[in-house]
T-cell receptor, first 115, second 112 residues
Framework: DADVTQTPRNRITKTGKRIMLECSQTKGHDRMYWYRQDPGLGLRLIYYSFDVKDINKGEISDGYSVSRQAQAKFSLSLESAIPNQTALYFC??????????????FGPGTRLTVT | DAKTTQPPSMDCAEGRAANLPCNHSTISGNEYVYWYRQIHSQGPQYIIHGLKNNETNEMASLIITEDRKSSTLILPHATLRDTAVYYCIVRVDGTGGFKTIFGAGTRLFVKA
């Protein structure tokens, strides 16, 4: 969905390096999310933010940090990348009130490989 | 949020209806049933959601049993482009935000 963009789309990095994944949205949504997906598995929530001053941990936040720079931008950082953080990462947004709040919009994903 | 159980995979012939089941026996009265799909490694795409009544939109129909313990997503005329992983999720209404994880889903193969 072009309304949610992620950069980079692919990244290969070495163990111990710091890396940032960026997400931008033009939908005007308050809520943004970061998920990771491992091969053959569903998506697991890393962090979420319901507005610019709100940051919450998800199911698997260890080893990750986030920054909500603006309503439209939500970045995910790996402070010291390790191989088991190799995965497909998705950013998503949603509105805060019905009926828009019933749907979540996902970005195209960032494929991260840590060697 | 309630857990869901879905078959890991299903086949469907092109042009036929695809019926994807989902069990959610512990669903609460204020939890909605949502369906998303993920084509290849793209971001998941919203399909439909419902609370009690059956719902239909341009993509699919959602049938929820009277006791709400299970539901079925119906793609009325499956095409090869409907080959994807389909996720059934139950959660409180959208005002709470999407804090749930997506399970492994059902991998639907539509065959010519």
């Amino acid at each position: 969905d072009a309304d949610v963009t992620q950069t980079p789309r692919n990244r290969i990095t070495k163990t111990g390096k710091r890396i940032m994944l960026e997400c931008s949205q033009t939908k005007g949504h308050d809520r943004m999310y970061w998920y990771r997906q491992d091969p053959g598995l569903g998506l697991r929530l890393i962090y979420y933010s319901f507005d610019v001053k709100d940051i919450n941990k998800g199911e698997i936040s260890d080893g990750y940090s986030v920054s909500r720079q603006a309503q439209a931008k939500f970045s995910l950082s790996l402070e010291s990348a390790i191989p088991n953080q190799t995965a497909l990462y998705f950013c998503a947004t949603s509105d805060s009130t019905p009926p828009g709040s019933y749907e979540q919009y996902f970005g195209p994903g960032t494929r991260l490989t840590v060697t | 949020d309630a857990k869901t159980t879905q078959p890991p995979s299903m086949d469907c012939a092109e042009g036929r209806a695809a019926n994807l089941p989902c069990n959610h026996s512990t669903i609460s009265g204020n939890e909605y049933v949502y369906w998303y799909r993920q084509i290849h490694s793209q971001g998941p795409q919203y399909i439909i959601h419902g609370l009690k009544n059956n719902e239909t939109n341009e993509m699919a129909s959602l049938i929820i049993t009277e006791d709400r313990k299970s539901s079925t997503l119906i793609l009325p005329h499956a095409t090869l482009r409907d080959t994807a992983v389909y996720y059934c999720i139950v959660r409180v209404d959208g005002t709470g935000g999407f804090k749930t994880i997506f399970g492994a889903g059902t991998r639907l193969f539509v065959k010519a």
